[in-house]
């Protein structure tokens, strides 16, 4: 099968680039710049392993010349999830938001046109902003229809197909007007099985079936081209799957199909532990177990009512025979944290954080990945940052055919 030239944006340190090239696809051009940052630690990192001299690669995407970057089949790329609002300039149409990066997608969209289009966001996309839930996920969904793509969506969470992380994450996968897979879609997307059987996620993250068709056509969705109108008023229950097809659009709540094998922090943890990673101070340690147990506190409002927050307790330890939590930006360090890991080391029994090395095979990485000369709170900031590789290799393998 030939494979795909791609283009990735906020490359981190390779995760699209790693699953890709592993079922088989080339990267033609990339881009890595960390904002408000002297030492660019993920992109020495992505050149410490990629051979490119790509112009771009570590230079701020606002300052890009779009008309520059190279013709490819694939985009990809995991972006912050910002405000997406638009307003309109005079003459010039629509403008997004200054430094909103979804722009910067949009505009290399809308010079190259390539084939397909893959992106991962936080699942939150969906419902943001709180004021206007689903208006960010509807402002791309407009950008993408005038550009001539279809577009699915699905909420992957890695541990519930075996992967050994909880990791929930959006990624949505757009195909251009004459691909072969949008005259699949323009074809079976009415079909009740489409988003079980037939969409672009349903081999590789299998679902539960159910052959309910939920297709909503309202006029909000009528006018998803016009992408002032969707910033300014437009407001919508995005379910964990759904596509746009046109103006017909279908969303609804799936459930993992998965009985494969599942791969639990136990499974991936270090031999030999270095003597830093070590929590024996007794006053830490009850500081890290107060902080993951359960509280409600009376807190006052700025208004001068009072309500009462609570939050549930978190494990302590973390056990090792489930898939880790969601990997953080501050993960690791001896400093006690609600939603850092703590674990009982099962060779010593004595409690610890969890390795950068550990953290990246976690995450889907080579042990060591990030071992390129960057301090270890950076190490385990790019992995906050970085996707599942595994996923990715999924994804690339439906792409290949």
């Known amino acids: 099968m030939p494979k795909l030239k791609v283009v990735e944006?906020?490359?981190?340190?390779?995760?699209?680039?790693?699953?890709?090239?592993?079922?088989?696809h080339k990267t033609v051009w990339a881009n890595q710049w960390e904002p408000k940052t002297k030492v660019q630690h993920a992109f020495d990192c992505y050149s410490a392993h990629f051979d490119d001299s790509f112009k771009d690669l570590n230079t701020d995407i606002n300052e890009v010349d779009y008309t520059k970057v190279p013709n490819h089949d694939l985009l990809v790329g995991g972006f912050p999830c910002q405000d997406y609002s638009v307003a309109t300039v005079q003459a010039q149409g629509i403008e997004g938001k200054k430094g909103v990066l979804w722009w910067a997608i949009e505009k290399i969209l809308?010079?190259?046109?390539?084939?397909?289009?893959l992106l991962e966001n936080v699942d939150r996309l969906l419902r943001s902003p709180t004021q206007q839930r689903g208006r960010d996920f509807g402002v791309i969904l407009s950008c993408l229809h005038n550009l001539g793509y279809c577009v699915e969506w699905r909420v992957v969470n890695a541990a519930e197909y075996g992967?050994?992380?909880?990791?929930?994450?959006?990624f949505f996968f757009a195909a251009q007007k004459g691909t072969k897979w949008y005259?699949?879609?323009?074809?079976?997307?009415?079909?009740?099985?489409?988003?079980?059987?037939?969409?672009?996620?349903?081999?590789?993250?299998?679902?539960?079936?159910?052959?309910?068709l939920e297709i909503n056509l309202f006029?909000?969705?009528k006018n998803i081209a016009d992408t002032q109108s969707i910033s300014d008023t437009f407001s919508y229950h995005f379910l964990n799957s759904g596509f746009l097809f046109n103006?017909?659009?279908?969303?609804?709540?799936?459930?993992?199909?998965?009985?494969g094998k599942q791969t639990v922090l136990g499974d991936?943890?270090?031999?030999?532990?270095?003597?830093?990673?070590?929590?024996?101070?007794?006053?830490?340690?009850?500081?890290w177990k107060e902080l993951k147990g359960a509280k409600k506190r009376k807190v006052k409002r700025k208004d001068g009512g009072t309500f009462f927050y609570s939050e549930g307790s978190m494990p302590f330890p973390e056990p090792l025979e489930a898939p880790a939590r969601t990997i953080i930006t501050s993960e690791g360090g001896q400093t006690p944290s609600r939603f850092k890991h703590i674990i009982m080391d099962p060779k010593k029994n004595e409690y610890r954080t969890l390795t950068p090395d550990e953290v990246e095979k976690?995450?889907?990485?080579?042990?060591?990945?990030?071992?390129?000369?960057?301090?270890?709170n950076w190490r385990y900031f790019c992995m906050g940052n970085a996707l599942v590789v595994g996923l990715i290799e999924k994804m690339g393998k439906t792409l290949l055919n």
């Open 219 to 221: 006029d909000e969705v």
């Open 362 to 376: 976690i995450c889907g990485f080579p042990a060591g990945w990030t071992n390129t000369g960057m301090p270890d």
């Open 163 to 170: 992967f050994p992380q909880k990791r929930r994450r959006t």
């Open 268 to 287: 991936i943890l270090d031999k030999t532990v270095d003597d830093k990673y070590f929590v024996r101070d007794e006053a830490q340690i009850w500081k």
């Open 110 to 117: 809308r010079e190259k046109r390539p084939k397909y289009v």
């Open 183 to 212: 005259k699949n879609m323009e074809k079976r997307h009415l079909e009740p099985d489409f988003i079980h059987n037939k969409g672009f996620f349903s081999d590789e993250f299998k679902v539960k079936q159910d052959n309910t």
């Open 247 to 259: 103006t017909t659009i279908s969303t609804k709540k799936v459930f993992p199909d998965y009985n």
């Open 9 to 24: 944006l906020f490359a981190g340190v390779g995760g699209f680039r790693l699953g890709l090239e592993k079922s088989g």
